[in-house]
């Protein structure tokens, strides 16, 4: 077994990996907000390593970038998302170090709005971190219909992006908050670990949102 090694939002060592399974979910009512979504297992991280890069958001974005083709900003927080009128309201991100975080706030600012937007990091120098790596981060994500969360990362300047999606067909209810996600990033670091840069790129048609921390 590899032992794999993180960044926290942080790039961090892992050396086994668990199983979290979650229950189906009930059909709502409301309009928007109706459906049920069968929740598969999901796999997290076990215990952290050590980390070489780790980026808080206590203070402001902190040198990553926001581009956003069409619709909602990733905008810094530290009171979550606004208030709406939803049967399923989106709670604050509760996360491990509250003095701030980042968000899509979908569900308040995305009414009529077809949204693509990303949060882009600083150039991360990784020539010196071991071979396996992970990026280890906290999120909530509440899942209605159209909206994907993808991570992604670049080694030549953001010409071209490795992605995965997260969280695809988890639904609304009983979301963990925060739920812990680590995701295995060595192979695409290994392109060129010194010039690294992470990415998480959201897109909807008016649905809740995502939030992500440390």
């Not at 459906?35 to 203070?59: C, I, M, N, R, W």
């Not at 970038?65 to 905008?75: E, I, L, Q």
């Not at 991100?93 to 882009?120: A, K, M, R």
């Not at 680590?182 to 998480?200: E, G, T």
Request: charge should be negative.
């Amino acid at each position: 077994m590899r032992t794999l090694y993180a960044l926290g939002v942080a790039l961090l060592a892992a050396p086994t990996y668990g199983q979290l399974m979650r229950p189906a979910f009930e059909a709502h009512p409301e309009g928007k907000h109706h459906g049920g979504y069968a929740v598969p297992g999901h796999q997290l991280g076990s215990a952290k390593g050590t980390t070489y890069f780790s980026e808080p958001f206590d203070a402001g974005l902190n040198g990553w970038t926001v581009n956003t083709p069409s619709g909602v900003d990733w905008a810094w927080t530290d009171v979550g998302p606004g208030p709406t009128t939803s049967t399923y309201p989106v709670p604050p991100l509760n996360s491990s170090s509250p003095s701030g975080w980042v968000i899509v706030d979908d569900d308040f600012l995305g009414q009529g709005l077809t949204t693509e937007t990303s949060l882009i990091s600083p150039v991360i120098d990784l020539s010196m971190a071991p071979q396996f790596l992970k990026l280890e981060f906290e999120q909530y994500f509440q899942e209605w219909q159209e909206d994907h969360c993808y991570v992604g990362v670049s080694t030549d300047g953001g010409v071209t992006w490795d992605e995965t999606e997260i969280g695809e067909g988890v639904g609304r209810d009983g979301r963990p908050n925060p739920e812990l996600v680590d995701l295995d990033i060595s192979s695409w670091v290994a392109n060129d670990p010194a010039n690294v840069q992470l990415r998480f790129r959201y897109t909807s048609i008016w649905d809740y949102g995502w939030q992500i921390d440390n």
